[in-house]
């Protein structure tokens, strides 16, 4: 039986993952995944561990309410509340392709995560009113997503990253590739061919593929790169497509609900 084996929420953009036993969806997929962001304070562009590893060293935890606490080594933490007023102290910045306008989180937050980052740096919350739409092509008109890079939730089944790791010669972490939800029971890559799922009460549209990058070099516990450009060099042998290479499949879900590690995992399509 295929099983739900692992859940991750990342309230920060391109920071730490937090392990989720159960975990709620909304509109934006996962609820307070990739509500928050860092962005440059001259010119609003998002940050992320692309250029920055060390904001792999940055944790934050959700905590209900809209609000996270952040944490770093040798730091003292900071909490950081939802903006009180969702349409005042707007700051415009530009994921990819998008520009929008968003509430920064205020002085102090913006303070300490300048000193983490080394540079001048804003924090900044996505609301539901003011979400994304999806890659042209993809999904409806109902479907959004917060500050994620383009889809709001992803899954990798566990037997693919043991594939990886069988050809590496070495087992590689789950958190390079930074899933949402992860999958065990399938064979390696089978969720390449799933169109729909359910997982306890809550259906998931399988949408595409998802195009990896340096990030997946990254040592989720270091921050340091892999010399040898693991497990990018491997994959780039046997899952590159039209100059892209493939791992894990991106996903929206079908209304609200909420599962839990150990669920059963039902393809539909």
């Known amino acids: 039986m295929m099983h739900l084996s692992a859940l991750y929420r990342y309230p920060l953009k391109s920071c730490k993952a937090e392990p989720l036993q159960q975990a709620s969806f909304d509109a934006l997929g996962l609820t307070g995944d990739r509500r928050w962001m860092l962005v440059d304070e001259s010119n609003g562009r998002f940050f992320t561990q692309r250029a920055l590893p060390q904001m792999s060293q940055l944790s934050v935890l959700w905590n ?19 903006p009180e007023d969702l349409e005042a102290n707007l700051r415009g910045v530009t994921v990819w392709r998008d520009t929008l306008r968003v509430p920064d989180a205020g002085d102090e937050a913006a303070r300490w995560v300048s000193e983490f980052i080394g540079k001048p740096t804003r924090m900044v919350h996505i609301p539901q009113e003011r979400a994304r739409w999806l890659p042209s092509g993809y999904g409806t008109v109902e479907d959004k997503v917060g500050f994620a890079d383009g889809f709001p939730l992803l899954l990798i089944g566990q037997a693919s990253l043991d594939d990886l790791s069988a050809k590496i010669g070495r087992s590689q972490e789950m958190l390079r590739f930074r899933p949402n939800l992860v999958v065990e029971g399938a064979e390696a890559f089978a969720e390449d061919g799933w169109k729909r799922i359910r997982i306890g009460d809550v259906e998931f549209r399988l949408l595409k593929g998802c195009s990896r990058c340096i990030l997946t070099t990254i040592d989720p516990a270091t921050g340091e790169r892999s010399e040898d450009r693991e497990p990018l060099s491997t994959l780039k042998t046997y ?9 894990g499949q991106n996903m929206v879900n079908d209304g609200p609900g909420v599962v839990e590690v150990g669920m059963e995992v039902e393809v539909l399509e």
């Open 64 to 82: 209900g309410r809209g609000g996270v606490t952040l944490s770093a080594p040798g730091v003292e933490g900071l909490d950081v509340p939802l």
């Open 239 to 247: 899952r590159e497509k039209e100059g892209e290479v493939w791992f």
